[in-house]
């Protein structure tokens, strides 16, 4: 059976690495529009949840790890007060910025990240790139106002042990095997992301899964495409996958009917108690 970075026990190669230093390099040509087809794929899941879980007027949010900023701006269309948006690379959020949207360029990790208090605080796709889940879900937990919701989306890898051998599975497996060998990607802790939440002492905490279809030339398809190209040297390295696999793969990206599963993204909830008199 090809082994996925969920087989592996031991530290990435790379640990100390930061995102996008080896492989998604925001000053790459395409970079900004890979981000962009992923935000395609999911903001009106996210957004959904969101507005679902009030955010609007007088709230004051935090979006971490705000990429190009998609998730923000939309927080600003429904009526949030104010929205600041947190990356460690800032340069497709500094433009321009619409007003009450507060770009800051931080780095989560550091103990210097320390923005203040929050209605919303959301993270999607931030922390299955980063060491210590549980520290950084306490860490974004401690930033919330009293009755605020800390909101956190990562990937949950389908191709399990019993998943139909293909070229795409075969890719895929390669790809989260890559990725956790030179950045420490690791998503094997995501089904538990709630227990981290509750941990963190949020109350009310809930989860739930959207597994968006993959359909020729849609958003979804083409940002693996992208994402397949920029992690390619790291695909192969793993030994799993080589050049004429991955381009199977894109292939039947493309392909009508073609039944792979994208990885899901799941996004679990809670929200920090009210103020002990």
Known sequence: MAHSASSRSDAPTLGASRYGEQVFRPQDQGEADRI??????YD?????????LGAGPGWRCLDVGAGT??????LLEVGADEVVAADRDVRFLAADPPPGLTVLEADITTDGFAPGTFDLVHARFVLMHLPDPGR??????????????????????????????????SAMRAMWQGLHDTIGTDVTWVPGCPRLLEAASLESVTAEIHVPPLQPDSAISRFWAET???????????GLVDDSTIDDAVRCLDAPGFC??????????????EARP
């Open 36 to 41: 962009d087809l992923g935000a395609l794929a």
């Open 44 to 52: 009106a899941t996210t957004m959904a949840r969101l507005r679902e």
């Open 69 to 74: 900023g998609t998730v923000a701006r939309a």
């Open 136 to 169: 950084m879900v306490a860490r974004l937990a401690r930033m919330l106002a009293p009755q605020g919701v800390l909101v956190v989306s990562d990937a949950v890898d389908l191709t399990t042990a019993d998943a139909p051998d293909s070229s795409f599975t």
């Open 228 to 238: 397949w190209d920029r992690a390619r040297a790291s695909m192969i390295a793993t």
């Open 260 to 273: 792979g599963h994208s990885p899901g993204m799941l996004t679990a909830w809670g929200h920090r108690p």
